[in-house]
Every structure is written in C-alpha cells, then in structure tokens.
C-alpha cells in the first residue's frame, strides 16, 4: 500500500522560508518522476515543481529562483524548500507521484501573512 505523508506546512511572514516533505512508503521514489502542486480557494490545482527519474527539475514561472524540489533516496521523501515566500503562495500543497496510476499525498497547508 503506498502512502504519501506531508509535512512542513504553517503559517509564515511575507519574506520567510518554509520546507515541505513528502515521505512515502510502499513505493521507491528515486525511480519516479514527481511532483509538488498548490490549490488555493477557488482555484484549479497547478504544478509548482517536477523532478525527474535523473533529478531534472522543472518549475511554475512563479516560483522560479524562490522554490527548489529535491529528494532523499535514503530517506525516500521529496522536498520542497520555498524562499522568500510571498501572500500569493497561500495554498494546499500536496506531493505527486506520476505515473500510470498516480498517487497523492494528503495535503499540508502553507498560510503567507502577516
């Protein structure tokens, strides 16, 4: 049974730092391409940040140069560290992992006030 579980999320100042995590089980992550996405209310779901089976990235234009996606094979957990995070970020994100049968982790909530 894969289970994706997210981490990481809260409340953050304009400006601030916040890294996600996304620890699986049940499946092997470095073999995977992968995904970190954001729901704000009212709007569709959208790619934040990829990364590939040979750690090629690809980024939402903006949040590029801000965030950057990386994983752990040892851990098999994604991560998403987001700098200078701005109100805007404001959203759901959850962890991909794509594929024939895609899985989705729960969800972690990212609030940008002040």
């Known amino acids: 049974q894969v289970q994706l579980v997210e981490s990481g999320g809260g409340l953050v100042q304009p400006g601030g730092s916040l890294r996600l995590s996304c620890a699986a089980s049940g499946i092997i992550l470095s073999i995977k391409s992968l995904g970190w996405y954001r729901q704000a209310p009212g709007k569709e779901r959208e790619l934040v940040a990829g990364?590939?089976?040979?750690?090629?990235?690809n980024y939402a234009d903006s949040v590029k140069g801000r965030f950057t996606i990386s994983r752990d094979n040892v851990k098999n957990t994604v991560y998403l560290q987001m700098n200078s995070l701005k109100p805007e970020d404001t959203a759901v994100y959850y962890c991909k992992v794509a594929g024939a049968n895609p899985y989705w982790g729960q969800g972690t909530q990212v609030t940008v006030s002040s």
């Open positions: 990364i590939g089976p040979f750690d090629n990235t």
